[in-house]
């Protein structure tokens, strides 16, 4: 009777010893029927792109998507389909990575869209440095530019050595407006008679307006004509305002218009 009960009490030690390993085998099937790789993986990175600044700021829509389709995937994971879970998993997991990839490419535009404005503020800078420079006024006929009497020897029309170069920043400018036409006004004093002074103002705008040609504008944009003395600055009486008043002026009209609309 004695041994019977020794053989019991071992048996039982052994079922008691053995029960941890039981348990754990249990577990980890239990685990393992309530886990599904595609899911997880699923899981995984929706969390990933989900805790991402980059991507919650440049794919907030697509990112939503991602969770809408893992939430139909859990949803039909606790229903116990396993079939439909690994598709609707596979569904939740591409829409991860579109979120992510349309992050990226979104970041990458908006910084090339970034580095555009940059550049266009930059070359606005530019521009009104070198309006500023050559004394640019805004006019209801566009912005005029005036070229002083001293890129010419007094009474003639032909351009002072020198002078073209002088031309070059003027150049530079009227380059950066390619789809305006330019008209180029001849200006005298009242010395001389007025044939004469009609003829000197007519040959110096055409002067200007080679010059200008030969430097890489574009001819055809441009209309040169000579008014004389009609409309002067200054006064004729000093030398001073004979000098304001023997002038050419540029003006780079408003798109569109041509020298010959832009009458005074």
């Known amino acids: 009777m004695i041994r019977t009960t020794i053989r019991e009490q071992t048996s039982l030690t052994h079922k008691v010893k053995m029960l941890p390993v039981a348990l754990a085998t249990v577990l980890a099937a ?66 991860v990575e579109i979120a992510e990839q349309l992050a990226a490419k979104n970041a990458a535009q908006q910084e090339m869209e970034g580095l555009g404005q940059r550049r266009t503020k930059v070359l606005l800078e530019a521009r009104e440095a070198e309006l500023a420079e050559l004394k640019a006024k805004k006019t209801e006929r566009g912005l005029m530019i005036t070229l002083e ?10 351009l002072k050595a020198g002078s073209i170069r002088g031309l070059d920043r003027l150049v530079t400018l009227l380059k950066e407006y390619p ?11 009242s010395i001389g008679s007025d044939a004469a002074n009609a003829v000197l103002a007519q040959r110096r705008a055409d002067a200007v307006a080679n010059a200008l040609a030969s430097a890489g504008v574009d001819r ?3 209309t040169a004509r000579g008014l004389s003395e009609a409309y002067p600055v200054a006064s004729n009486d000093t030398p001073a305002g004979r000098q304001q008043n023997r002038r050419v002026e540029i003006y780079i009209l408003p798109e569109g218009q041509s020298g010959a609309q832009a009458v005074r």
Do not use: M
Request: glycine letters at 4%; hydrophobic letters at 40%; a negative charge.
């Open 220 to 222: 055809a944009r441009i």
């Open 30 to 95: 239990s685990c393992a029927a309530k886990s599904n790789p595609t899911l997880e993986e699923a899981r995984t990175a929706y969390q990933r792109a989900s805790t991402n600044e980059f991507v919650v700021k440049n794919a907030p829509v697509s990112l939503h998507e991602a969770e809408v389709a893992l939430q139909t995937a859990e949803k039909t994971f606790k229903e116990g389909d396993k079939k439909e879970v690994d598709a609707l998993a596979y569904v939740a997991l591409r829409r």
């Open 179 to 189: 789809e305006r036409n330019l008209l180029i006004e001849g200006h005298t004093d």
């Open 149 to 158: 009497d001293v890129l010419f020897e007094f009474g003639k029309a032909d």
